[in-house]
């Protein structure tokens, strides 16, 4: 497995120069259009890396973005990979190692998530606080102990500087946050109204299909992370999610969500 991340990461670096990113993105659901943002050196396909899995879900594009931010220097993935599109854990993963091997030393995420925190209101955005995981591990297998350790800490899995920052930038915007504990299950199937009474039960304020992975395997490599989850439906309200509606919504909250993400990296 290292080395094929191994092996990723070198054929990148030969395509880009060399490019080092600082920050390493994740463009979640109906939120691509950061991409815009970002002042392009180098766009590689996922489908023409060697290595990489190929995105199939409607609205994402499946690109690896080199370039700057606000002058720091980002790797962007537009589209990422789901477990319930059938990859494994492996995979899903597998662009956040190769990441890391390129040189970042944050990982930013964003995501489409389902309120259950009843004060949540459909465009909002939550700064993710923590996460309840509701799928298999990603680091289950032998550990890659040149990575990071077999146990890893999950205390403050999402970085509280990063966190105590981006209240300050969303004050100065005039960005309404929420704050909230993100349950990460497999999907594709929206929750039961009897899953979103559990999840909120359990402490979670927002459930989702995605990021847990990813952020698991970013803090096994002591990467700090900073998440935020557009709510695009509520899930105890009686109206019913599609995923059409949530594009919609991404799309609505992503201009708040990339003025976030530009002041954030702009600080770093
Ligand atoms: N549940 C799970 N994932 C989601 C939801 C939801 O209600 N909304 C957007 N992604």
Not at 18 to 32: C, R, S
Not at 171 to 199: D, H, M, N
Not at 241 to 249: K, L, P, S, T
Request: charged share 20%; net charge negative.
């Amino acid at each position: 497995m290292l080395e094929e991340i191994k092996k990723t990461a070198a054929w990148i670096k030969a395509q880009t120069h060399d490019f080092t990113p600082e920050v390493g993105i994740i463009l979640g659901t109906g939120l691509g259009d950061f991409a815009d943002r970002i002042e392009t050196e180098y766009a590689l396909d996922y489908k023409s890396i060697p290595g990489f899995p190929v995105s199939t879900v409607e609205g994402h594009k499946g690109r690896l973005i080199f370039g700057r931010v606000e002058g720091h220097r980002v790797v962007a993935m537009q589209g990422r990979f789901h477990y319930y599109e059938g990859y494994g854990m492996q995979q899903v993963t597998f662009p956040v190692r190769v990441m890391q091997q390129l040189g970042i030393r944050y990982l930013f995420v964003s995501n489409a998530s389902g309120g259950i925190n009843t004060s949540f209101r459909v465009g909002d955005l939550m700064v993710i606080t923590d996460h309840i995981n509701l799928m298999p591990n990603p680091l289950i297998g032998p550990n890659m102990a040149e990575l990071g350790p077999r146990f890893p800490d999950m205390h403050n899995c999402y970085d509280r500087e990063l966190i105590a920052r981006a209240t300050r930038i969303a004050e100065e915007e005039g960005i309404k946050l929420q704050y909230g504990v993100y349950v990460g299950g497999t999907g594709p199937t929206f929750e039961t109204q009897a899953e979103y009474r559990y999840f909120k039960a359990i402490g979670g304020d927002a459930a989702g299909m995605s990021t847990v992975p990813e952020v698991i395997v970013a803090r096994h490599m002591s990467i700090p992370v900073f998440g935020v989850s557009v709510i695009t439906n509520c899930g105890l309200s009686d109206e019913v999610g599609d995923h059409e509606d949530v594009q919609r919504q991404g799309k609505k909250a992503g201009v708040r969500m990339q003025r976030l993400f530009e002041r954030m990296i702009k600080e770093l």
